[in-house]
């Protein structure tokens, strides 16, 4: 069985780790597959929008740590190998996409799991779901984007006593905290995300594009630069056929019929 499922249903290309005896821990087959599959969406006119969920229980427990046990004595692994050429390439994939990625935290989503979690456009989680910074747990610390995330959307206090106490942080305080959108019923989130991800599928694509990049790079910059990015890609906007189609639907009365171009 593959260890990431992948379907293109209504332009929403949805992502399923699936690895669900080690809660979808990260091992290289799911690395490279989940590379492809964000390449994919990048390529394929026909994705709108990314749903990326786990399978069984969990949603991901970061790093597959059966790898890193090593023999006594043994020389240490090179823990920035795989961070280089895996985890961070995944979060800038990620964050470069110009298309939506929702994802619905269905289980615990602990270590780097938890920051791929965070490093999606729209986070949606069940009741049940956490968030763990695992990483002190084993010495280590928070990887993926979770030093920067973290402190950005929650504050550094938050931050600074999610990373060194490791402690679970439910799905309800990491909404209350604004790390994610919102929270649904266990048994609705899929239904819920689903339609989410269904509804940006059937958007201004081009629009969504840009908003990411407006956004995230809103952290790193003045307001006077801010102001200036919005306005060049603003002009990008309104050069888009989602546009002419949204003020022209406007105008008619009806609903907007995009075709993300
Ligand atoms: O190494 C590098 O390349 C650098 C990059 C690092 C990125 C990282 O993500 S480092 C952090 C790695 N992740 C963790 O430290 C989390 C480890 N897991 C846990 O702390 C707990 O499993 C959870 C809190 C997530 C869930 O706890 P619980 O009690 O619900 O489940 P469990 O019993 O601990 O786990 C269930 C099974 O999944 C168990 O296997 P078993 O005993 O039934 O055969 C457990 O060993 C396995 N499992 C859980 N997490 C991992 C794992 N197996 C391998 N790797 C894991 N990360």
Redesign the pocket.
């Known amino acids: 069985m593959s260890s990431l499922l992948v379907s293109l249903d209504a332009g929403v290309l949805s992502l399923t780790l699936n690895r669900p005896?080690?809660?979808n821990?990260?091992n290289p087959e799911m690395h490279q597959l989940i590379k492809a599959a964000f390449e994919r969406a990048r390529e394929d006119a026909g994705v709108r929008a990314v749903l990326l969920t786990g399978a069984g229980?969990?949603f991901c427990?970061?790093?597959?740590?059966?790898?890193?046990n090593v023999a006594p004595g043994a020389a240490p692994?090179d823990?920035a190998?795989?961070?280089g050429s895996?985890?961070n390439p995944l979060v800038r994939r990620m964050r470069e996409l110009p298309k939506p990625i929702v994802c619905a935290v269905n289980?615990?989503?602990?270590?780097?799991?938890?920051?791929i979690a965070l490093a999606c456009d729209l986070v949606v989680a069940a009741r049940s779901a956490?968030f763990?910074q695992?990483?002190s747990?084993?010495g280590?610390l928070p990887?993926?984007g979770g030093t920067y995330f973290l402190p950005r959307a929650a504050g550094t206090a938050r931050a600074m006593g999610l990373a060194l106490l490791a402690e679970?942080l439910s799905a309800e305080d990491a909404e209350r905290w604004g790390l994610i959108w919102k929270v649904f019923d266990d048994g609705a989130l899929v239904k819920e995300a689903t339609a989410i991800a269904r509804a940006l599928a059937e958007g201004p694509t081009k629009a969504y594009g840009l908003i990411k990049k407006a956004l995230y790079a809103s952290a790193g910059n003045s307001l006077d630069a801010q102001l200036d990015l919005e306005r060049d890609l603003q002009r990008e906007a309104g050069f888009s056929e989602d546009y002419r189609e949204g003020v022209t639907a406007f105008m008619q009365k009806r609903k907007p019929n995009f075709k993300g171009k």
């Open positions: 005896d080690k809660l821990a990260f229980r969990a427990a970061g790093q597959d740590l059966s790898e890193r692994i823990l190998v795989t961070i895996y985890y289980g615990v989503a602990a270590g780097a799991g938890a920051n956490s763990l695992a990483f747990r084993i280590l990887d993926s679970k």
